[in-house]
């Protein structure tokens, strides 16, 4: 009775005044129908069992924490890369940083854009995918986003897109209180990459929807931005078709909280589906949550997922994954792993992986590990006089190796490298 309480107080607080967008008629009902539903499960506590490691208090609170905008004088990830550019300063789109949204084989526009119109390949997909998930385990934070963004992009590729899609997030207001949503189709045969940088504002709630055809790619690569007070809850999912490949990977530095959910259905035969990321925590303050479920419903699915962490100074990390293989679905092949270096006896990690089979011929696997740098390893480059600071930024980075090899783009991951070594030099 007290937990249904807390949850109906906790909804209410955070409801209270909150007006849905206008839109088309389609988009209105979507909306309200996620109202709905959130109303319904109430937002979550830390008594939910999928927020037990991780307390959403701050997610949850009426008015968002502020966080002060960090001043990053780095050169703009991916800059080398030849790409289109879509820029969102505290969730609202500039047109004027962003390149052309016109491509070959794509089709882009904003989502208040698309929201707008009686008719639109969007309406069959706008909280669709976010709605399937909700079952057998309820994300009505996700449900909140559906119901209250305003902005993001709907993208659709009809062939290979040979430019990488860059969405740039932008914070400069340190109150700023950001729901974005993101939906991508990539229809039958074609190929698309998708780039996701930048902490995006005080406080961030993102879903992205992606729906793949048979016989489809969509790549994912994502870096949440430098913003040490930022908070944020990410949701991905995906519904993924006959021969077609969905992969993705998340690389976070700093922040005090951030959760991201993936959430990957797996429809079609011979389809593939890797998720993965890696994360470098430094200080009480940091706090990591990745949470995963993947759903085999067709024959011979590949999934993979690789979750690695570096914590120091009393960071936490989380991870939960589970696999979940229906009845039918034979000839699976899932893969699960997360694990953690802890670079002393303050920082901590919390693992919960699960598996779930009711098919009888499939290899399903899973292995969550703690532990300190090897002390042998770093004995044997100090023998061959590398210095110790060096020496354990060696070992980190292959630590982090199996993450980054997810990255089918190898000048992407190379980057993505170089950003982490430049990390963990400026944190000896």
């Known amino acids: 009775m007290a937990l249904a309480k807390l949850k109906t107080d906790t909804t209410q607080a955070r409801l209270a005044g909150l007006v849905l967008p206008k839109g088309a008629g389609w988009a209105t009902a979507a909306r309200a129908d996620a109202l709905a539903r959130v109303q319904q499960m109430g937002l979550p506590t830390k008594r939910d069992e999928y927020w037990r490691y991780t307390d959403p208090a701050s997610l949850t609170v009426a008015a968002a924490p502020e966080a002060a905008v960090f001043v990053n004088d780095e050169t703009p990830l991916f800059d080398a890369v030849d790409r289109i550019k879509i820029v969102f300063v505290d969730g609202v789109f500039d047109a004027d940083a962003s390149d052309d949204l016109t491509g070959e084989n794509v089709q882009i526009e904003r989502l208040a854009d698309a929201m707008a119109r009686d008719i639109h390949w969007a309406k069959d997909l706008y909280g669709v995918l976010e709605t399937r998930s909700q079952t057998p385990v309820e994300r009505p934070l996700a449900a909140l986003n559906t119901a209250m963004a305003t902005d993001g992009v709907v993208i659709r590729a009809t062939g290979d897109v040979a430019r990488p899609i860059n969405l740039i997030y932008l914070h400069a207001d340190p109150k700023s209180d950001v729901a974005l949503h993101n939906l991508v189709k990539v229809e039958a045969g074609a190929t698309v990459t998708l780039l996701e940088t930048g902490p995006a504002a005080a406080r961030l709630s993102k879903v992205l929807e992606v729906d793949v055809a048979d016989g489809g790619a969509f790549h994912h690569v994502r870096a949440q931005g430098r913003d040490h007070e930022r908070r944020a809850v990410t949701h991905c999912f995906s519904r993924i078709g006959a021969d077609s490949t969905f992969k993705s990977f998340t690389l976070t530095f700093n922040g005090v909280l951030t959760r991201n959910e993936c959430v990957i259905e797996i429809v079609g035969n011979d389809a593939v589906a890797h998720v993965a990321g890696a994360c470098v925590g430094d200080g009480g303050d940091f706090h990591h949550d990745d949470t995963v479920f993947v759903t085999h419903d067709a024959l011979n699915g590949e999934s993979r997922q690789v979750f690695k962490k570096v914590l120091r100074n009393g960071a936490t990390g989380v991870f939960q994954g589970k696999i979940l293989v229906k009845a039918g679905a034979q000839k699976t092949d899932g893969y699960q792993i997360s694990q953690s270096l802890l670079l002393d006896d303050d920082s901590q990690f919390l693992a919960k992986?699960?598996?779930?089979?009711?098919?009888?011929?499939?290899?399903?696997?899973?292995?969550?590990?703690?532990?300190?740098?090897?002390?042998?390893?770093?004995?044997?480059?100090?023998?061959?006089?590398?210095?110790?600071?060096?020496?354990?930024?060696?070992?980190?980075?292959?630590?982090?190796?199996?993450?980054?090899?997810?990255?089918?783009?190898?000048?992407?991951?190379?980057?993505?490298?170089?950003?982490?070594?430049?990390?963990?030099?400026?944190?000896?």
């Open 353 to 428: 992986p699960e598996l779930e089979i009711y098919a009888d011929d499939v290899a399903c696997s899973h292995g969550s590990t703690s532990g300190a740098i090897d002390e042998d390893a770093l004995f044997y480059l100090r023998s061959r006089g590398v210095p110790i600071d060096e020496a354990r930024n060696l070992l980190t980075l292959s630590f982090l190796a199996e993450a980054l090899d997810e990255i089918a783009d190898a000048a992407l991951a190379e980057d993505l490298r170089d950003r982490l070594e430049g990390w963990l030099s400026r944190h000896r």
